[in-house]
């Protein structure tokens, strides 16, 4: 399979043979691009974000203030293998599926869908993905044994299920990757390091949290499976920290830009702050988990500038979704609201649950300093580079994705993108168009009472019996008042819009004219 992906790089590298000569005349039509994502981190959770938030973020602060920040970013889902896959390929996650890939689950990417570092491949880029994949391999090629053991009536790999000696399909390298380096996901099995697509040490055990230091805060929320017996979870940020420093530094001797999609397991539980950064926050070992993340950017770029690199290397952070659960005992107990001024965490389809941090620098094109409150997605960023590089993309591939470098480089004030539906789980949709949102599912969140307690506290009268929820968000960014009763026509229509895009299998040509690719 790698073979005929590559081989429809190739085609496409020949097809844009004529842009080649420009590009090695001007490197600056090729900069290097580093993707930082988090996982679960919060609207709230940075300081650049939210002024009352107690947990330092001096890296991410100073991202902020020497690039352009963006109050209305957003994921494609509430949870992470969906917005994964959006980000990767500039494609709403519900054309093709809704939840997570389970452990040892499939890869959810299509061969002949093209991704965002492919489209890179075609303008010559190196490109690496390191830390949190998440978006599945083909396990069942290395199957060895059936899975002989039962775990809560299913069936639970072992170290002899699998021939950890062989490479496995379907993963990053299939996808456009030149190299690999992660766990692949840090509480699902093989709890271990792969590289490329190998295994780096064979798992012997089975996974045993009693073999770890003790969690600093909530649940491991670790499945079961198979472990090679040194593995250490609390070693995964400085591992993967070590393997981007050296990554970018070896980048800058080489002839041809470079993308690394840089993606951390944090601060996803299991919650693990190394005990250098114990303390370093006012919201406990979340917040230091958030500050050892931010510490850990903060030496990417600290490789970049050293390196002599950061001047054309376009950087561009966000997150995967809003804040886990634990965000509400956090709050009663420290006073801290990861998803703040927003309503609604992590698988919610309420703002808290995707409105999430969205920075963007690149030194003399993006203007420092600036704040957008334009409506701006991670499904946008494949379109946006293209445009970056020059790569027309054909209009059967990512087809809800604007291309934003207008905005990017302060060319435009306004946005091309006026809508965004945002859905986490089948049958339960949102959509937004300019200040309107429409929730169009009895509840915008995904757990019963959890909430209740916090929205008590923030005078909230709760949902009642709805069948759906109007909101104007530039008056009620808190989403308070329901207007479904006072605007019906409005409701309808965003009901209408809403079945439009899903039905016509594109989102990006709406209202684009006349070229069908000029989303700018």
């Not at 290097?32 to 890296?59: E, F, M, Q, R, W």
């Not at 391999?137 to 039962?150: G, L, M």
């Not at 009536?153 to 072992?158: D, F, L, Q, S």
């Not at 050296?246 to 693990?272: G, V």
Request: proline letters at 7%.
């Amino acid at each position: 399979m790698r073979f005929k992906r590559k081989l429809r790089i190739v085609v496409a590298v020949v097809a844009s043979s004529f842009t080649l000569l420009a590009n090695k005349m001007s490197d600056v039509n090729r900069p290097n691009i580093l993707v930082l994502y988090a996982d679960d981190l919060g609207y709230g959770d940075l300081g650049c974000y939210n002024p009352d938030s107690k947990i330092p973020t001096p890296n991410l602060d100073r991202l902020s203030a020497d690039g352009m920040r963006f109050t209305d970013g957003h994921s494609s889902s509430g949870i992470c293998t969906p917005s994964r896959y959006a980000l990767l390929t500039g494609r709403h996650h519900w054309r093709k599926f809704h939840g997570i890939v389970t452990q040892f689950g499939p890869s959810v990417i299509d061969e002949e869908q093209l991704t965002l570092p492919e489209v890179l491949k075609t303008k010559q880029y190196n490109t690496a993905a390191i830390g949190k994949w998440h978006l599945g391999w083909d396990w069942e090629a290395v199957r060895k044994n059936p899975s002989p053991r039962v775990g809560k009536g299913k069936p639970v790999e072992t170290p002899d299920s699998y021939d950890w000696t062989k490479s496995v399909p379907d993963g990053p390298l299939d996808h456009g990757f030149d190299y690999y380096f992660g766990d692949t996901v840090i509480n699902f099995p093989p709890y271990c390091w792969i590289e490329n697509d190998k295994v780096v040490k064979a798992p012997d055990t089975m996974m045993d949290t009693a073999k770890w230091k003790q969690i600093k805060e909530g649940n491991w929320e670790c499945r079961p499976g198979p472990m090679a017996s040194d593995w250490d979870p609390y070693e995964n940020i400085p591992t993967t920290t070590r393997k981007g420093v050296e990554y970018i530094k070896a980048q800058a001797k080489e002839e041809e830009p470079f993308f690394l999609y840089f993606a951390y397991p944090a601060p996803h539980a299991p919650i693990i702050p190394n005990d250098q950064f114990d303390g370093k926050s006012k919201a406990g070992p979340f917040g230091d988990f958030v500050y050892e993340v931010d510490d850990s950017i903060g030496q990417l770029l600290k490789a970049l500038k050293q390196s002599g690199q950061s001047e054309n290397t376009l950087v561009i952070f966000t997150a995967d979704n809003g804040p886990e659960a634990y965000a509400y005992a956090r709050d009663a107990k420290y006073g801290h609201w990861s998803a703040s001024p927003l309503r609604g965490l992590k698988r919610d389809i309420y703002e808290g649950g995707h409105r999430v941090p969205y920075i963007v620098k690149w030194p003399g094109n993006v203007p420092a300093g600036k704040t957008s409150d334009q409506l701006v997605s991670q499904i946008d960023l494949t379109a946006t580079v293209a445009s970056v590089v020059g790569f027309e993309l054909p209009d059967d591939q990512a087809e809800d994705s604007f291309d934003l470098l207008p905005l990017f480089t302060g060319k435009k004030k306004i946005g091309p993108r006026n809508v965004h539906i945002h859905n986490t789980f089948a049958d339960k949709y949102a959509i937004r168009d300019g200040n309107w949102l429409l929730v169009d599912t009895s509840s915008g969140y995904s757990r019963k009472k959890i909430h209740e307690r916090w929205e008590e506290k923030r005078g909230y009268d709760g949902e009642g019996e709805q069948k759906a929820y109007l909101f104007n968000l530039k008056k009620d960014i808190g989403q308070k008042h329901n207007l479904l009763d006072t605007n019906p026509e409005k409701a309808r229509s965003l009901r209408a819009l809403l079945e439009k895009i899903r039905e016509q299998g594109y989102s990006c040509l709406l209202y684009t004219s006349p070229s069908p690719r000029d989303r700018g």
